[in-house]
């Protein structure tokens, strides 16, 4: 089993994916700049777990708009 992601990265990931969406991809990276440049995070750590989340629910998005089909 994974690591449990607390309120303090979901909260602001899912507000980032929910204003920031047409900006925001499945690569960890360019969420990753994305992240710093929108929620300015206190520590590289922080902005690297939120970018990580982001990503995680982009590609949970994708994979629904492809089941759809």
Do not use: C, Q, W
Not at 10 to 30: G, S
Not at 54 to 67: D, F, I, N, P, Q
Request: proline share 4%; aromatic share 8%.
């Amino acid at each position: 089993m994974g690591k449990v992601r607390p309120t303090y990265v979901k909260r602001p990931a899912r507000e980032i994916v929910e204003k920031y969406e047409e900006y925001l991809t499945t690569d960890f990276e360019h969420n990753k700049k994305v992240v710093e440049i929108v929620a300015e995070p206190k520590t590289k750590r922080l902005r690297n777990l939120i970018a990580g989340y982001v990503t995680h629910l982009m590609a949970l998005k994708e994979k629904e708009r492809e089941s759809e089909e």
